[in-house]
């Protein structure tokens, strides 16, 4: 089993995936737009329990996540 997506949150040109593992385990990965484009995506930040977990994770770390729409 890939991983597979589970939520996208996206403001302006980054983004966070939301990921099941195929361990079964949660994860988030950022992306970034340039030119258009969507770059890869980054290497796993945490493994965690549940989607929550991982996207109350991310909103914690991730400093443009917590700016309004």
């Excluded at 939520?7 to 040109?13: E, F, L, V």
């Excluded at 796993?44 to 989607?51: K, L, N, R, T, V």
Aim: with cysteine; glycine share 8%; proline share 4%.
């Amino acid at each position: 089993m890939e991983e597979q997506i589970i939520k996208i949150i996206q403001r302006g040109k980054n983004r966070v995936h939301i990921l099941l593992r195929s361990d079964g385990a949660f994860t988030y990965h950022t992306q970034n737009q340039s030119q258009g484009d969507w770059g890869p995506m980054g290497l796993d930040c945490g493994i965690y329990d549940s989607p929550e977990t991982a996207e109350e994770e991310a909103n914690s770390r991730i400093w443009w996540l917590r700016k309004p729409l």
